[in-house]
């Protein structure tokens, strides 16, 4: 097997993959550094959580370090990658690795933040630059930075920047560098713009395919639930009381289905916050921070957002929406099973969403075991239950059981909400009728004349949900227990 010590890299770059605790190189790392070292392009099909930013940052570092220091306004190698949190995290990459080199410069620039600090930093040259590709493109026109000189160029996650619309900017920038450089180009998909895209960038290039279905896939623990889309809600606090995650990342499709997790959870007593593109730089800086701090046990994220988050120590990822793109899914599963690691992914089903699981098990050429609880989260009859203010009936599982008596720890069930609030919490039922939509099973749908919010998973359910609210606080006293907020209600991911 290879080791660090076979790429004849620098002691001072062995010396700080000591420090990082990488003994072994992951496979994308072997098969891509030593040409990388020869100078050679390199077409990189791999996702981020493969090892693939010390595949490239080791041997930019290594080939940058004999050279003189970049000139004013200059930079020696450009990395664009397509958002602010990848561009920060590989820019922390390369300060760890480079921590026992002298004169190397690293800086990352993106938006959403001053100019002028950039300004400054870039007018004194930069050896090594991340940036994302609007950002860059502002600098170049202002005269702040020139690529003419730039030896090394690397354009990561490229399939996201054809997400995001990057690929006009990408070819803008592209025509600033010179002709002699070494390119580098890492995709986790190939959709057919992204080929050409990659035809255009590389020279006779090496091609290092990290098949990321079958390693991540079968590193994570799957199941998938089937449950109606107005029932989701409370399977999530189920799922969270009975699995008692150290660390999830829950994924929703849309931005606002993000914030409305977060504010259910927040009602139901659990502490979440927020990541997706609407929220400021600051707002996301915040949340990834608590993150990976551990204040904050519970991430809900968008495809886009948690892309190329570098968070190790993610136990279980929760699809609340199960993602169109199949792709999607192992990207997303892939937070949990970082550098060798493994994980729990549980995905919620809808019956609109089965030609989505469908495609995820073609994709990755499994079947992945599933439970169905349709019929057993009954939101018209527990908003019976809360009227009459009892406990529901039925074959709804129990998982509190397995931490003691839940009864001990009750909370009071938080205050009404207002009509408003129970009208857009109502949505997700209403939004999941949308046409051609599965029609929801009968127990989603509550009883003629009933009201939209009576229909929901209500605090006014004072009878299961107090209960599992009694569990959440159980949970919450123990050593691995979510945090949970003093008061039941409000927002808190700094909307
Ligand atoms: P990346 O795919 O570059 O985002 O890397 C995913 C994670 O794996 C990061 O936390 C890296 O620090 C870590 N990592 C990368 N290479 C290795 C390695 N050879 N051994 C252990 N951890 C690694």
């Not at 004013?72 to 020696?76: A, D, E, L, S, T």
């Not at 998973?457 to 004072?462: K, N």
């Given at each position: 097997m290879t080791s660090f010590s076979d790429f004849g890299l620098a002691d001072t770059l062995n010396r700080a993959l000591v420090d990082a605790g990488y003994e072994t190189p992951t496979p994308i790392q072997t098969q891509a550094i030593p040409d990388l070292l020869k100078g050679r392009d390199l077409l990189g099909i791999a996702q981020t959580g493969t090892g693939k930013t010390a595949a490239f940052a080791l041997p930019i570092l290594q080939r940058l370090a004999p050279g003189k220091p970049a000139a004013?306004?200059?930079?020696?190698a450009l990395i664009l990658s397509p958002t602010r949190e990848l561009a920060t995290q590989i820019a922390e990459s390369f300060k760890l690795y480079s921590r026992y080199m002298n004169h190397m410069s690293i800086a990352v620039v993106f938006g959403g933040v001053g100019h002028r600090p950039q300004e400054d930093r870039l007018k004194r040259g930069v050896d090594i630059l991340v940036a994302t590709p609007g950002r860059l493109m502002d600098h170049m026109a202002a005269g702040m930075v020139s690529l003419e000189t730039t030896e090394i160029f690397v354009l990561d996650e490229a399939d996201q920047m054809l997400d995001m619309g990057f690929v006009q900017p990408v070819r803008r920038i592209v025509k600033h560098l010179p002709k002699a450089r070494q390119s580098l180009f890492f995709s986790a998909t190939m959709p057919k713009e992204i080929g050409q895209l990659a035809g255009e960038l590389l020279f006779n290039p090496i091609t290092v395919s990290v098949a990321p279905a079958a390693t991540t896939v079968e590193r994570v623990e799957q199941r998938v639930i089937h449950v109606e889309t107005a029932a989701k809600r409370r399977l999530l606090l189920d799922v969270i009381v009975a699995e008692k995650p150290e660390r999830a990342l829950i994924f929703t499709r849309t931005k606002h289905g993000a914030d409305r997790v977060v504010r259910q959870l927040g009602q139901d007593g659990v502490d979440a916050a927020a990541i997706h593109g609407n929220k400021s730089q600051a707002q996301r800086e915040k949340a990834l921070a608590a993150f990976k701090a551990g204040t904050t046990q519970i991430l809900v994220a968008t495809d886009i957002a948690a892309r190329g988050i570098d968070v190790t120590g993610v136990s279980h990822v929760i699809n609340f929406d199960l993602p169109n793109i199949p792709e999607s899914y192992v990207h997303r599963i892939g937070r949990t099973a970082r550098a060798g690691a493994s994980g729990v992914a549980i995905s919620f089903c809808a019956d609109d969403e089965r030609p989505y699981l469908k495609d995820i098990e073609k994709v990755t050429r499994q079947k992945i075991p599933a439970e169905d609880r349709r019929g057993t989260i009954s939101v018209a009859e527990r908003a019976d239950t809360a009227e009459r203010g009892e406990r529901p009936s039925g074959k709804r599982p129990q998982p509190g059981n397995r931490s003691g008596n839940p009864r001990n720890n009750r909370r009071p069930a938080p205050p009404a909400v207002s009509a408003e609030q129970q009208r857009r919490d109502a949505m997700p039922a209403a939004k999941?009728?949308?046409?051609?939509?599965a029609k929801p099973s009968h127990a989603a749908h509550?009883?003629?004349?009933?009201s939209k919010a009576s229909q929901?998973?209500?605090?006014?359910?004072?009878?299961a949900a107090e209960e599992t609210l009694g569990r959440v606080g159980f949970l919450a006293g123990g050593r691995e227990g979510m945090k949970r907020r003093p008061e039941g209600r409000g927002q808190r991911d700094g909307r």
């Open positions: 004013p306004r200059r930079v020696r999941a009728r949308q046409p051609g939509a509550g009883k003629p004349g009933q929901r998973p209500s605090h006014r359910d004072t009878g």
